[in-house]
Antibody
Framework: EVQLVESGGTLVQPGGSLRLSCAVS????????MHWVRQAPGKGLVWVSR????????LYADSVRGRFTISRDNAKNILYLQMNSLRADDTAVYFC??????????????WGQGTLVTVSS | EIVLTQSPLSLPVTPGEPASISCRSS???????????LDWYVQKPGQSPQLLIY???SRASGVPDRFSGSGSGTDFTLKISRVEAEDVGVYYC??????????FGQGTQLEIK
């Protein structure tokens, strides 16, 4: 069974930093692209960042580029999101998402349960 | 950037009746591999999104056959043949093929009358 378990969300002050983690199991992590997607309270889904299967290629939404860094440890089956210079509008539930195989085979996104990040003084 | 526009945004439905949600894209979602990269997800109250339909019309494992997806290019539709109480939630379309960014529709709130 595919499992994605996020952690690290907490209350942080504006300008602060935080690192989210996503521990995965039930599939070959090192063969899949992965994403972070966020959802502000009461709002819709917004894509944040993507990393390819071996970490050599990353993409970011304009709103987080230069502040957030996505990375992965394929030996430990963990996805990360380093978040710096946090702002109030970064407040959201952050979801870890499993994407396609590195071969391109696509069968939809699978989502973790999310972790809440609150940026406030 | 590809913009996905869903309609309606609110959908009250009587149990047993059909329901339909439209998703229109600002650009064609037809990929060079011949597939239209458009997915449907539902977020039930208090839960994370779960996959219903991928690549326009393929049902995810465990999804009842009352759910179906269709469309091509820029116009897509999710249909529920007979709505049940457990179908309450927010339905999102998403395009995972052209990036960045991967974009979502605004969401359609399905409620039971």
């Amino acid at each position: 069974e595919v499992q994605l378990v996020e952690s690290g969300g907490t209350l942080v002050q504006p300008g602060g930093s935080l690192r989210l983690s996503c521990a995965v199991s039930g599939f070959t992590f090192s063969s899949h692209w992965m994403h972070w997607v966020r959802q502000a309270p009461g709002k819709g889904l917004v894509w944040v960042s993507r990393i390819n299967y071996d970490g050599s290629d990353t993409l970011y939404a304009d709103s987080v580029r230069g502040r957030f860094t996505i990375s992965r440890d394929n030996a430990k089956n963990i996805l990360y999101l380093q978040m710096n210079s946090l702002r109030a509008d970064d407040t959201a539930v952050y979801f870890c998402v499993k994407d396609r195989l590195h071969t391109g085979t696509y069968v939809g996104f699978r989502w973790g349960q999310g972790t809440l990040v609150t940026v406030s003084s | 950037e590809i913009v996905l526009t869903q309609s309606p945004l609110s959908l009250p439905v009587t149990p047993g009746e059909p329901a339909s949600i439209s998703c229109r894209s600002s650009q064609s979602l037809l990929h060079r591999d011949g597939y239209n990269y458009l997915d449907w997800y539902v977020q039930k109250p208090g839960q994370s999104p779960q996959l219903l339909i991928y690549l326009t019309s393929s049902r995810a494992s465990g999804v009842p056959d009352r759910f179906s997806g269709s469309g091509s290019g820029t116009d897509f539709t999710l249909k529920i043949s007979r709505v049940e109480a457990e179908d309450v939630g927010v339905y999102y379309c998403m395009q995972p093929g052209q990036a960045p960014p991967y974009s979502f529709g605004q969401g359609t709130q399905l409620e039971i009358k």
